[in-house]
């Protein structure tokens, strides 16, 4: 018998749609895997059981079932604040933290009609690309709970992989939607700068930032969106900042259920970090990435290759950018003993950094956004490896040495931080897998509110691959 958890997100809402399942029927049995598959996965920082079983039964009596994701469990990643809801920012520094407001984009997945179960795992503050800190146990890869689930959104990533959500948020500054999503067979989508407006990057520092959907299939990925570009199933909630230009073609899920086009791909295995830092690429990540270049040309699809012009100076204006972020954190020297090694690091260098420092690096990323958009303006989307290598082990990033824990993290992720500096969209979809099991990914980097095709192109690899039948040991449990 099929449980509730096997079927896509896009399912459950139509079987609650219909009254064939009930909104705290769904809040249960999510809770009930929670409770059971949570030790030893590390997927939540906090389970709000109770309050999720209230929040349902106001979603069946009193949310209009024309809300976009309406009755549909997900959780707030650990970085977002919600009303009355221990939110500790991955952090010690905040371990017993309770704020008494909400941040935009839970009130936006509430007016959805979603019921949050918890705070899902993230590094400290979300400044690396792995799931480990000093506030709870990590975050485990569902496929091999040696490995790691990459990061900053790797407890949502762990949660979706094995089953314990339909779907989820992330934030993603420097690929923290779509590294985890890589390294637990997900699809994970960063929208365009200033398309949700909630979680738009708009008002981030360099406008990196933006909120996005870690999901099992292409469509759910579309649905998590729509909720959060437009969550009360209408048009889409405005905000007072700029935002990225309205998608024209109706509601996201209707491109990802279409899967329709004809598209002209760049190919791409160039990255702006390799002046820099020696990037290498598995053997096994580089066979799957030319497989699904292949199986793009098969469905009809133009390909053809690129190269990245040379951008000497991006690497050391991201640093600046990555220490500049941690300067505002409010620790001092009686409290800064709670932050974790390369934290502090970070913090320290950020605060040292002089005005003209911070402004040349702001330049520098602009003018490398504008030079990208150029590079990529006669291609509907761009092909890259998500990752240069598979899931990394627990522990295998430094915690002690922050400068080797940074280059770590570049050789690991070099295909998804200029994404973010060039406010461009991108989805990593789960197309292949390691000899072993270990999911592998591939990115797609779309025009300016290009996500329409990036789903499109999404489903089309989706029904060839079928990667919806994938699933690691715990979906199953």
Do not use: C
């Not at 979603?59 to 959780?75: H, K, Q």
């Not at 941040?103 to 007016?111: G, M």
């Not at 030319?290 to 009809?300: D, I, M, N």
């Not at 699809?301 to 600046?320: I, K, M, Q």
């Amino acid at each position: 018998m099929t449980q509730l958890h096997e079927l896509a997100a896009l399912e459950q809402w139509r079987l609650l749609q219909k009254n064939e399942v009930g909104v705290l029927e769904l809040t249960d049995h999510y809770l009930g895997r929670i409770e059971r598959l949570n030790p030893v996965l590390g997927a939540f920082h906090e389970v709000t059981a109770e309050r999720a079983r209230q929040r349902a039964r106001f979603v069946a009596e009193s949310v209009p079932r024309t809300t976009t994701l309406w009755g549909l469990p997900f959780a707030d990643k650990d970085l977002v604040r919600r009303a009355g809801v221990r939110t500790t920012f991955g952090s010690r520094l905040f371990e017993n933290f309770v704020p008494e407001k909400s941040d935009e984009i839970a009130e936006v997945l509430d007016e959805a009609g979603g019921v949050s179960l918890g705070k899902t795992a993230t590094p400290e503050f979300g400044l690396p690309s792995h799931t480990e800190n000093l506030v709870a146990p990590p975050a485990r890869n569902p496929y091999d709970t040696a490995l790691g689930p990459g990061g900053s959104s790797g407890g949502a990533a762990v949660a979706v992989a094995a089953g314990l959500l339909p779907f989820a948020p992330g934030s993603d500054g420097g690929g923290s939607i779509r590294i985890p999503a890589a390294a637990t067979g997900l699809v994970g989508l960063k929208p365009t700068r200033g398309l949700v407006p909630s979680a738009s990057g708009i008002g981030t520092l360099a406008g990196l930032a933006v909120g996005g959907p870690l999901a099992r299939t292409v469509t759910d990925a579309a649905l998590l969106l729509d909720g959060m570009v437009a969550p009360s199933g209408g048009s889409p909630r405005h905000h007072f900042t700029l935002r990225a230009p309205e998608n024209l073609d109706g509601p996201y899920l209707g491109a990802a259920i279409r899967g329709e086009g004809r598209f002209q791909l760049g190919v791409l295995l160039d990255s702006p970090w390799q002046l820099d830092y020696e990037i290498t690429l598995d053997a096994e990540v580089l066979e799957t990435f030319e497989q699904t270049v292949e199986v793009l040309s098969e469905l009809g699809h133009g390909v053809e290759s690129l190269s990245l012009l040379p951008a000497p100076e991006y690497g050391s204006a991201f640093r600046v950018i990555w220490q500049a972020g941690a300067a505002l954190l409010p620790a001092d020297d009686s409290t800064e003993h709670l932050l974790e090694p390369l934290t502090r690091w970070l913090m320290h260098r950020g605060r040292a950094l002089d005005a003209g420092a911070l402004v040349s690096a702001l330049q520098t990323l602009s003018a490398f956004e504008r030079s990208v958009i150029s590079q990529f303006s006669s291609f509907d989307a761009i092909v890259t490896p998500t990752l240069a290598l598979p899931p990394r082990p627990i522990g295998w990033f430094d915690a002690d040495d922050a400068e080797l824990n940074f280059a770590q993290q570049v050789q690991y992720t070099p295909f998804t931080s200029y994404v973010n500096v060039s406010g461009l969209p991108a989805i990593t979809l789960p197309v292949g897998a390691t000899e072993t099991g270990l999911p592998l990914g591939v990115q797609l980097i779309g025009r300016p509110s290009g996500e329409a095709t990036l789903l499109a192109i999404g489903a089309q690899l989706e029904r060839r691959l079928r990667w919806d039948l994938v699933h690691p040991p715990a979906y199953t449990a």
